[in-house]
């Protein structure tokens, strides 16, 4: 089963891949002052405060919006559409990229890097309560299925290569993936159901410190649901963006399809978090006018707009439409769980924290790298589908 | 032909599953009771005096910097628990009423840092005194989310930083002392025991003087109880002790944990089934594609 992928080709050092290296060398230098200098100095984080940007953006929200392989593998795999197998390794990629920035957002954020290495080996004192050791030990598992399974578009391309060793090593890990796919692609479904939903847990502990508009135990359900929505929403604009970049012709009708089955799962999200308000006796707090219910009722917003754009096929299959109405989808998932993690966590009144400059530039820069990275592997190894692929699907 | 309807619901049904039990939460987690060894500290509000002994007392037997922060430099003035004062004494003034409060780590029943903790670099250790290990420790600092109290304490301005917190003077403990903050106290405002004994002391003052008093010990059952207690005439809360229930948030959240993680059976039996799902798809995928060629 051949995904008729092959490398787009063209020039790697574009005037938009140097703008790029420039933001990530500057992330570079201040990950460095970082690391010498401590929390204090470079962040505005704070002892009301003690996670910021780096959790709640690039972790809480990165993950989610690299959740696009999850999704697409859910697709695929679970709900046995065939068919959609041309998104697989760009979506798998992204996730790969996404994961493998956070996992390195998490290194910078934590104060005692050089002890990571005890997370995973240090077993013997795991301790089970910790939503945050699941959350951990299950991205970093997470983010080696991700690369095995984006191997073989490295493989492929390394089968042909002219070096005889790598030639046939290539060819022999080829072989041995596809028999063990199964239970790697399982792993790649089971692995972001837990982590994606503990990701919600773990604030369930700052509980008396939650705001009640967040504070409920779906927190895990709504996780895991705006992950998937929000992965979907990353491959249609991912999938349009490929296609106009480098000038392919875009799978249009797949995407509006896609874009089609998200709408119900946004709906179900808000219908779940009002009807749990309500349980809660806490629906009055909407009404409140404050900062925090304005929020709530953004997130909301984005949520619903999305289906009120996509409601006809006629609407699904413009592709300028679908991308609006999919980014508004990443958007609503996005502000939901960063709102949890920063807006609701309400230490007191006398701690306030907004990201620090260099901060936001470690951010921009690591971002910046995903997408330089993204670039270099689809013009090198073979992970869009190639254009004779499409058109043969077209004609059939 | 689209993904219909069902296929969609499908879907999220298939990816709630691992996540419906934790709303369900049956499998209640047994609640954590006070150990019969378990020692801590009983605050008199009405005694003390704002002297602030215990905390240049706490500062020695903890050899931390001075923390200026209230007079300028060359005194130890905490403003707030922080990396440099692991106790701190406050005021609080409010319509004449007045009353000196003294922070410190609670030593909870059920601490929701030691939870939090990845390594358990926090942990109930003997006594039922929360202590800290830095080699456990990776500087997450989700302990600081989860404590209610705000307690533990970040090193912001080292390279190398610690989670700083009262030990409960673990280590004179074990030389046989007691706490730097209890001997100190000229009023004895805040005293050093057994928790069972420090709640029938509390609860005797509070009979033999009920006019003194709020009826109330502080940290009996809040938040699922707490080693260091509390007794005052003005609300706990205007001291800056929450109103918590009695259930502790750990214990809220172990119930969804374990609910779905309980000796890791339905992430195994989810694999399995994504596994032989997996597999059953690929097949029929692999014979269409070979139909179509």
Known sequence: ?396 | MGISRRAALKGMLIGGAAAAGATSASATAAAVTPTEEAVGLLYDATLCIGCKACVSACREANDLEADPTGLGPNYHAPLDLSERAKTVIKLYAEDGETSFMKAQCMHCVDPACAAACMLGALKKREFGIVTYDPDLCIGCRYCEIACPYNVPKFQWTKAAPKIVKCELCAHRLKAGLEPACTEVCPRDAVIFGKRSDLLREARRRIAAEPSRYLPKVYGETDGGGTQVLYLSHVPFEKLGLPVLGDLPAPSKARNVQRSVYHNFVAPLVLYGVLGAVTWRNRRHQALEEEGQR
């Open chain 1, 1 to 396: 089963m051949k995904a008729h992928a092959e490398p787009v080709g063209g020039p790697l050092f574009t005037p938009a891949m140097r703008v790029l290296a420039v933001v990530v060398g500057i992330g570079a230098v201040v990950m460095l002052w970082r690391l010498v200098a401590g929390l204090g100095p470079t962040t505005a984080l704070n002892d009301g405060y003690p996670l910021g940007l780096w959790i709640a953006f690039d972790v809480v929200t990165g993950t989610a919006l690299a959740c696009g392989g999850y999704a697409v593998a859910i697709l695929v795999m679970i709900l046995n559409k065939g068919r959609y197998h041309p998104l697989v390794r760009p979506a798998i990629l992204t996730s790969a990229l996404g994961y493998s920035l956070a996992g390195f957002s998490v290194f910078l954020d934590i104060g005692r890097w050089w002890y990571i290495w005890k997370v995973p080996l240090y077993f013997w004192h795991w301790n089970f309560d910790s939503a945050l050791l699941e959350v951990a030990l299950c991205i970093m598992a997470y983010v080696v299925v991700l690369w095995i399974e984006v191997a073989p578009a490295f493989l492929e391309k390394w089968s042909d290569a002219s070096n005889l060793l790598l030639r046939r090593m290539s060819r022999v890990s080829l072989r041995a993936l596809e028999k063990a796919a199964i239970w790697i692609i399982a792993l790649g479904l089971l692995l972001p159901t837990m982590h994606q939903s503990s990701l919600g847990t773990l604030m369930l502990l700052a509980d008396s410190r939650l705001h009640p508009l967040w504070n409920t135990r779906l927190l895990p359900l709504m996780f895991l649901l705006t992950c998937v929505s929000m992965g979907f929403a990353v491959v249609v604009c991912e999938s349009a963006f490929s296609s106009v970049a480098f000038k392919r012709r875009p799978e249009t009708s797949m995407l509006g399809n896609l874009a089609a089955a998200i709408v119900p799962v946004q709906l179900v999200v808000v219908a779940m978090r009002l009807a749990d308000l309500a349980w809660r006796g806490q629906l009055g707090l909407l009404a409140a006018g404050d900062i925090r219910s304005l929020l709530v009722l953004i997130e909301f917003g984005l949520m619903l707009a999305p289906a009120v754009m996509l409601r006809s096929a006629a609407r699904r299959r413009d592709l300028g439409h679908l991308v609006r109405a999919a980014m508004l989808m990443m958007f609503g998932g996005a502000l939901y769980r960063f709102d949890t993690y920063l807006v609701a966590f309400t230490p007191g009144a006398h701690w306030s924290y907004f990201p620090s400059v260099p901060e936001i530039l470690i951010s921009t820069g690591l971002v910046a790298a995903e997408i330089m990275a993204y670039i270099a592997v689809v013009k090198t190894f073979p992970i869009l589908a190639g254009r004779t692929a499409v058109t043969e699907r077209q004609a059939a």
